[in-house]
């Protein structure tokens, strides 16, 4: 079974600042990784599939990069909107799992 | 636009049986797998259960399979969660996703699920 590591667990950034997120798989998953924010209060939605290519609508502010076992999520200048919880989700799995890392929370400083 | 809408959450004893819905619009639904997430308090989000655009296959996660069956309804534009032999560590927000690009691309809003004496 795959597991998803992520760090750090919390980022304490302010707005405007660029910022870095990092997820780590047990064993190779190519680059079978999406990223995932989720507000306070709201549902997931997804910013990123297949490592690097963003979601129609998502701003190009958000960009993946990795394979294998190693992958970020960059933000560059982080706004208001952007203070959420990310995870990411590896899809690699055969029977699938899609397990989830257990995120990083962007707070404001 | 894709819209995702659950429901049948609630209060449920331990052993109890609950049934959710999950009503799918804005996208031809026959074309799409379909997923159910869970999110307990707190908590990252766990994967449950897959079902194929066609209900050819189903897939489920170790801590549900056995107890859980997900399936789908073609003409109403459904999928469903049966969950059985719902136990504490069950309470959680369910979510009814949807498998694109293969992984999950819509979410719903979620309906809550508490199993409690």
């Known amino acids: 079974e795959i597991v998803m590591t992520q760090s750090p667990a919390t980022l304490s950034v302010s707005p405007g600042e660029r910022v870095t997120l990092s997820c780590k798989a047990s064993?190779?998953?190519?680059?079978?990784v999406a990223w995932h924010q989720q507000r306070p209060g709201q549902a997931p939605r997804l910013l990123i599939y297949?490592?690097?290519t963003r979601v129609t609508g998502i701003p190009a502010r958000f960009s993946g990069n990795g394979s294998g076992t190693e992958f970020t999520l960059t933000v560059t200048s982080l706004q208001s909107d952007d203070f959420a919880v990310y995870y990411c989700?590896?899809?690699?799995?055969?029977?699938?799992?899609?397990?989830f890392g257990p995120g990083t929370k962007v707070d404001v400083k | 636009q894709v819209q995702l809408e659950e429901s049948g959450g609630g209060v449920v004893q331990p052993g109890g049986s609950l049934r959710l819905t999950c009503a799918a619009s804005?996208?031809?639904?026959?074309?799409?797998?379909m997923h159910w997430v869970r999110q307990a308090p707190g908590k990252g989000p766990e994967w449950v259960a897959v079902?194929?655009?066609?209900?050819?296959?189903?897939y489920y996660s170790d801590s549900v399979k056995g107890r859980f069956t997900i399936s789908r309804d073609k003409s109403k534009s459904e999928v469903y969660l049966q969950m059985n032999s719902l136990r504490v560590d069950d309470t959680a927000m369910y979510y009814c996703?949807?498998?694109?690009?293969?992984?999950?691309?819509?979410w719903g809003r979620g309906t809550q699920v508490t199993v409690s004496s």
């Open positions: 064993q190779s998953v190519r680059t079978n």
């Open positions: 804005g996208f031809t639904f026959s074309q799409y797998g």
């Open positions: 996703a949807r498998l694109a690009h293969l992984t999950i691309d819509y």
């Open positions: 989700q590896e899809y690699s799995s055969w029977p699938p799992l899609f397990t």
């Open positions: 079902i194929w655009f066609d209900g050819s296959n189903q």
């Open positions: 297949a490592a690097s």
